[in-house]
């Protein structure tokens, strides 16, 4: 009966060009039939409950001394780090140093990026982990080469995948489907580098960027509960 309604109502929204509105009715239509997790029962075996849990650390480092000690130990699944500077501040920076920083824990990395070319990022972490400036990649590209193979038995795995500008939480989620199917495993870690040319799902006024940008971050976090991943990402 949900997805029944859920059909009834698209074509309004298809006829405003809102397919973001339409994939959330039949997203939300099947949940209603799928949702078999209804909790959990607070006082029943709280004991069973504690020992799952102190298997799992709840929180991992982000390898930054002072600022894991402000996170109470660092960052948590099913959360998003929103790092904040001008332009030109270093956000891009600060979200590849904490790539490298997971990646160095064993954790799997997708790191998604709507502006920068896929290699120019590669080059970016090329230069992180080798120390080899990227303006001298050329002359020094078998070193980088060799480096990295070197050290990748001990580190996580990183996928680093372009999306175009104002791509949203729902293309994201189809992409991690397809990474899912084809990859076998899930990362750890998701990467937006940028959250102010993210989308949101729905059609939101070009003129209301706080309303634009407070749905996709909220949308963003819906993925890392979903997938139980760590989230991070930036605005100005």
């Given at each position: 009966r949900?997805?029944?309604?859920?059909?009834?109502?698209?074509?309004?929204?298809?006829?405003?060009?809102?397919?973001?509105?339409?994939?959330?009715?039949?997203?939300?239509?099947?949940?209603?039939?799928?949702?078999?997790?209804?909790?959990?029962?607070?006082?029943?075996d709280?004991?069973?409950?504690?020992?799952?849990?102190?298997?799992?650390?709840?929180?991992?480092?982000?390898?930054?001394?002072?600022?894991?000690?402000l996170?109470?130990?660092?960052?948590g699944?099913?959360?998003?780090?929103?790092?904040?500077?001008?332009?030109?501040?270093?956000?891009?920076?600060?979200l590849?140093?904490?790539?490298?920083?997971?990646?160095?824990?064993?954790?799997?990395?997708?790191?998604?990026?709507l502006?920068?070319?896929?290699?120019?990022?590669?080059?970016?972490?090329?230069?992180?982990f080798?120390?080899?400036p990227?303006v001298?990649?050329?002359?020094?590209?078998?070193?980088?080469?060799?480096?990295?193979?070197?050290?990748?038995?001990?580190m996580?795995?990183?996928t680093?995948?372009?999306?175009?500008?104002?791509?949203?939480?729902?293309?994201?989620?189809?992409?991690?489907?397809?990474f899912?199917?084809?990859?076998?495993?899930?990362p750890?870690?998701?990467?937006?580098?940028?959250?102010?040319?993210?989308?949101?799902?729905?059609?939101?006024?070009?003129?209301?960027?706080?309303?634009?940008?407070?749905?996709?971050?909220?949308?963003l976090?819906?993925?890392?509960?979903?997938?139980?991943?760590?989230?991070?990402?930036?605005?100005?």
């Amino acid at each position: 009966r949900a997805i029944e309604q859920a059909v009834i109502n698209a074509p309004q929204f298809i006829a405003n060009n809102d397919y973001g509105r339409v994939e959330n009715l039949i997203r939300d239509a099947i949940s209603v039939s799928l949702n078999r997790d209804l909790g959990i029962e607070y006082f029943a075996d709280p004991l069973s409950r504690l020992e799952a849990q102190s298997l799992v650390p709840l929180r991992t480092p982000t390898m930054w001394t002072e600022f894991d000690m402000l996170l109470n130990g660092g960052i948590g699944r099913k959360e998003i780090l929103l790092f904040s500077a001008n332009s030109g501040g270093g956000k891009s920076i600060t979200l590849a140093n904490l790539a490298v920083n997971m990646l160095q824990q064993g954790l799997n990395v997708l790191y998604i990026t709507l502006e920068l070319a896929e290699n120019l990022v590669a080059q970016r972490f090329d230069t992180m982990f080798t120390g080899i400036p990227s303006v001298t990649w050329q002359q020094n590209y078998k070193e980088i080469a060799s480096s990295l193979t070197a050290i990748a038995p001990n580190m996580g795995k990183m996928t680093i995948k372009h999306m175009p500008t104002g791509t949203n939480a729902n293309q994201i989620r189809a992409y991690l489907k397809e990474f899912e199917l084809k990859s076998g495993y899930l990362p750890d870690l998701l990467i937006v580098d940028y959250l102010d040319i993210m989308g949101a799902n729905e059609k939101v006024s070009a003129d209301n960027i706080s309303e634009k940008d407070k749905r996709a971050t909220e949308q963003l976090r819906d993925i890392l509960f979903d997938y139980n991943m760590y989230g991070a990402t930036a605005s100005q």
